[in-house]
């Protein structure tokens, strides 16, 4: 019998995947186990194994289609086996962005109904999204599974509107959104209304994957989410010297080089609880304060943005932190990581002072409720009681959302920050 390849479902609240690529040709044979394609979450890409030996055949789906999950993209036949003939219509095909931009009027409206309650079959996120925008869900085609409504159907029909009506852009988040907040309008089709410059186009890259996903996450931050921003400055000369004193000791025990990094993700986890808003999320008109610290490290991975997740982090010791953070880093570069390493974070610190990035504002991920940005470690000139000399300092930066946090609670945790940082003997 011939085995179904479909879109896989790789973390609870998944509703689509991209396909970013195939690893094999159709009529290729494929063993069992090796990688098979390649799809794009809003987390990370992700190498998908195929579940049979046989041959590849029947592809429905092609680059940077966004297909539902379940949907069958794919057959693997054995020797001399042919593609199975159903009686019902195939899905509709996975709905592409070229494919969904183009559309100049709606599908015909077809009520996606269970025959056995009468009640319209959608997916909670999909029956979000048309609440918040108003959208009658019996008169949109539903393309899962028994016709149920997908956030893809949803997208198809809103974007096949007048241009006038904004495009909504999903949080693709277990919080319930906020209303209010989630009908902003996010008017991703401004661009084209504006003049394009008078210049020669050396190449035109469609905004698809992985990169798309990450563009619609940050527009959504910035569109519902006030956000303050609140800068200082560190002096890190006792760091170094912790680092220096525990760069040895620590190399022998976990085999990995302690970096500031490590050092600033200890400080931040031992910090954080003493200032609960800062590891907060708003979630349908209430504030939840977290009671562990899952820490995200924003990394960059082939042009593309993720956040590995140290799990926990006011548990762990520094020489805990630098096996986990050198573990995390290490398989995101490789694409190893599990999809449940790349979600839940509850505040995040992205670093770019590696390239030579002396201070930055980073965007808030949502549903997070602030992140921490840090510059560059700079020799400064500081006045002492001697005069001046020079002192390595660093820019940290807090984006917060004002809707949980207000300017003197970011100033105080930072505070508590920079104490943290230039003590840091209590964080050993």
């Not at 690893?23 to 190498?47: R, S, W």
């Not at 609960?276 to 943005?305: F, K, R």
């Not at 000139?381 to 000399?389: L, Q």
């Not at 207000?406 to 230039?422: I, M, N, P, Q």
Request: hydrophobic fraction near 45%.
């Amino acid at each position: 019998m011939a085995t179904e390849v479909i879109m896989p479902k790789v973390d609870m609240v998944m509703e689509t995947g991209t396909l970013i690529e195939w690893l094999k040709k159709e009529g290729e044979h494929v063993n069992k186990g090796e990688p098979l394609f390649v799809i794009g979450t809003d987390k990370a890409a992700i190498e998908v194994e195929a579940t049979a030996d046989g041959i590849l055949a029947g592809v429905k789906a092609n680059k940077d289609d966004v297909i539902p999950v379940s949907e069958i993209i794919a057959y693997i036949l054995a020797s001399g086996e042919a593609l199975p003939v159903k009686a019902t219509p195939q899905p509709a095909a996975a709905l592409s962005v070229a494919v969904l931009r183009a559309s100049a009027e709606p599908a015909p409206a077809v009520p996606a109904e269970s025959a056995h309650s009468g009640k319209v079959r959608a997916t909670p996120l999909a029956r979000r999204m048309a609440h918040d925008l108003q959208m009658d869900l019996n008169q949109i085609t539903g393309r899962g599974p028994r016709g149920r409504i997908h956030k893809a159907d949803i997208l198809a029909c809103q974007i096949a509107q007048p241009a006038a009506e904004p495009i909504y852009v999903p949080q693709d988040e277990p919080l319930p959104v906020n209303p209010a907040a989630a009908a902003m309008p996010i008017h991703t089709s401004l661009a084209v209304q504006i003049p394009l410059p008078d210049a020669r186009r050396k190449l035109v890259v469609p905004l698809v994957g992985p990169r798309k996903i990450i563009a619609e996450r940050m527009a959504y931050s910035a569109a519902t989410a006030p956000q303050i921003t609140i800068s200082l400055r560190v002096d890190m000369t006792e760091a170094i010297r912790l680092r220096e004193r525990v760069l040895e000791p620590l190399k022998a025990q976990t085999g990995q080089r302690v970096s500031y990094t490590a050092i600033l993700v200890r400080a931040v986890a031992t910090v954080l609880p003493r200032h609960p808003y800062m590891n907060a999320s708003l979630s349908d008109g209430s504030i939840i304060l977290w009671d562990d610290v899952h820490l995200g490290i924003a990394t960059s991975v082939e042009e593309n943005l993720i956040v590995p997740v140290i799990r926990e982090a006011q548990n762990q010791n520094l020489g805990q932190i630098v096996t986990s953070l050198a573990d995390l880093t290490d398989r995101a570069r490789s694409r190893r990581l599990k999809p449940a390493e790349m979600m839940g974070s509850t505040f995040t610190i992205s670093n770019l002072g590696m390239f030579g990035v002396e201070s930055f504002t980073a965007i808030i991920n949502p549903p997070e409720s602030a992140i921490l940005a840090v510059g560059k470690m700079l020799d400064t000139p500081v006045k002492t009681t001697d005069g001046f000399e020079f002192r390595p300092m660093i820019q940290l930066t807090v984006s917060a959302d004002h809707r949980i946090l207000d300017g003197a609670t970011v100033a105080r945790f930072l505070a508590d920050l920079k104490s943290a940082l230039e003590n840091p003997y209590l964080l050993i």
